[in-house]
């Protein structure tokens, strides 16, 4: 599947590849097709072909160079950098063309054929090492390092031909053509970019990117060139030309990979991330509404079940207090002697129930209580109250089941008297009942219960203080006695009647708070304001 997708994407590619070998094969089987031009002739299609090369070689190394801080792609460098090598050394070599302008030194075959085995045999080496350069971002390749390298051997390369003499064997001979030295060498540049081409087919394998078989392709159309430079007779001739187009082919596949690799795979990828995120975001999108719509649900189907819950405690609570506020008014009665006088031990047994069905009451109460919890502060009943009169009352009535569990109980409500303070009378009763059954549960025998009210702050805000002798909370509880469900010590409980208080006191607009300490017992405290005050958000 992936190579019928390489040949629908790089057709011109590989009929450029089929065309050149169907060439070299043709001019391999047929030397007698090589033709000498007229050299004006030869030399400007030279000139034109060779400064094409230049240009290409320059662009390429341009592009890798200027992309490298981005992409990282140490191969892309080095190959760039050795173009520039290359191309520098092409430069040398056209201008040393003979029948152009003396460059320097007299122009020859010889002299240009020098520089040109130069920037082959350099070519071929480079091209086998990048093999050898890792092309992701983790290359440690260092650039100004690989730029010096490369300007160094066209510098290198110059000295040698211009200025060394007999350093360097004869490449053309006028009259003999190229010498066994000079066809040798081909052959050797032949074999190096045969090495590359191998290594990148490999690497093509190995990874399949598609630039590696295009390399691959640029090896073997510069194959062909050098070739074609062991079988030229006249540096004007027919082969001579066709191996400086291949050369000029190679360029430019070589070219097309880093641009591909350098500049379009980026903005490629970059397209396609857009693309991929497009549609993530369509589907995250749809997502959303998905999730948005079964949250919705979800809190519909939670609402409904809150409010059965709150029904079904409703209704429980309701139909199992009628019955039970019966059964303490006949036992009460007993108690008084209705039915006959009692023995001491009936008697206490008789306390014993009372005192049970009492707790009991007040559960169920406490359940009434959270069923309703919920509801704003339009339930609450406000009015105008005597404070002083209002506490006094709730303790007097209190004060006697104080007395049978044997605890002593005291209230203090005189700095009140004469204040009027708003609130609701049922609800403040059942705060302070709740703090009284709390307080009764940890009281022992003997114990006291205090209560203390009084105007606190510049605002005169209504302020009860509720005491017991109890066992002090510990420390690391205190601050969670009046979540749901949480008790204020080993006694057994809802655990929702401190969390009631704290319903009622922020319904005033007020606040409740505990303290206790080890052998000092435990003192609530609530305050409500003397007017009205907004409930918080």
């Given at each position: ?56 070689a ?14 990282k ?13 290359v ?192 549609d993530y ?48 008014i ?13 023995s ?42 005597d ?11 209190h ?68 005491f ?68 918080p958000?």
């Open positions: 599947m992936r190579y019928t997708s390489f040949v629908k994407d790089q057709k011109y590619f590989l009929i450029t590849i089929c065309a050149c070998s169907v060439y070299f094969v043709v001019a391999c089987l047929t030397p007698e097709i090589n033709h000498v031009f007229e050299p004006g002739t030869y030399l400007m299609l030279h000139g034109m072909i060779e400064s094409v090369s230049i240009v290409i320059l662009m390429s190394f341009g592009i890798t160079w200027h992309s490298y801080p981005q992409a792609n140490g191969q892309n460098l080095f190959l760039g950098c050795a173009v520039l090598a191309g520098l050394m092409d430069i040398l070599h056209t201008l040393s063309y003979q029948g152009l302008p003396d460059f320097i030194t007299p122009n020859t075959a010889d002299k240009a054929a020098k520089f040109w085995v130069f920037a082959r045999l350099a070519g071929g080496v480079l091209y086998a090492a990048a093999a050898f350069v890792a092309f992701d971002k983790k290359s440690s390749i260092k650039p100004l390092t690989l730029l010096s390298l490369a300007l160094a051997l066209p510098v290198v390369s110059f000295f040698l031909v211009i200025f060394g003499g007999g350093l360097i064997p004869s490449m053309f001979l006028p009259g003999e053509g190229l010498t066994p030295l000079k066809i040798g060498l081909e052959y050797l540049a032949t074999a190096l970019r045969l090495a590359a081409a191998l290594l990148f087919l490999r690497l093509y394998f190995k990874t399949s990117e598609k630039h590696f078989l295009l390399f691959t392709g640029a090896m073997t159309v510069s194959i062909y060139s050098e070739l074609l430079f062991t079988m030229y007779k006249s540096p004007y001739d027919l082969f001579n030309l066709a191996g400086h187009i291949y050369k000029l082919i190679a360029f430019l596949f070589i070219y097309l990979v880093l641009f591909a690799t350098s500049v379009k795979k980026p903005y490629t990828e970059l397209a396609a991330a857009k693309k991929k995120l497009r975001t369509s589907s995250l999108e749809l997502k959303i509404r998905e999730r948005t719509r079964d949250i919705a649900l979800k809190n519909s189907e939670l609402e409904n079940l809150n409010r059965l819950k709150s029904e079904f405690l409703a209704i429980c609570s309701h139909d199992m207090k009628s019955p039970l506020q019966a059964n303490l006949l036992l009460e009665g007993l108690l008084e002697g209705l039915e006959g006088e009692l001491p031990e009936q008697r206490k047994v008789l306390e014993g129930i009372i005192t049970n069905e009492e707790e009991l009451l007040g559960l169920i109460r406490n359940l009434l209580d959270y069923a309703r919890k919920d509801e704003a502060r339009a339930t609450l009943n406000l009015s105008e109250v404070a002083c009169a209002f506490l006094e009352e709730w303790a007097g009535t004060s006697m089941i104080a007395r049978k569990r044997g605890i002593n109980f005291s209230s203090n409500a005189k700095s009140l008297e004469g204040m009027k303070f708003y609130f609701d009378k049922f609800k403040v009763s059942q705060l302070l009942g709740n703090l009284f059954s709390n307080a009764l549960k940890f009281t022992p025998n003997g114990g006291d219960i205090m209560i203390l009210a009084y105007p606190a702050g510049k605002d005169k805000w209504l302020t009860v203080d509720f017991n002798s109890g066992p002090a909370i510990p420390a690391d509880r205190l601050s969670a006695v009046f979540d749901k469900y949480t008790t204020s010590g080993e006694a057994e409980g809802t655990g929702l009647g401190l969390n009631i208080c704290k319903t009622i006191a922020e319904q005033h607009g007020g606040a409740i708070w505990a303290e206790s300490e080890e052998g000092s017992g435990t003192k609530f405290t609530f305050t409500f304001p003397s007017a009205p005050r907004p409930l958000e």
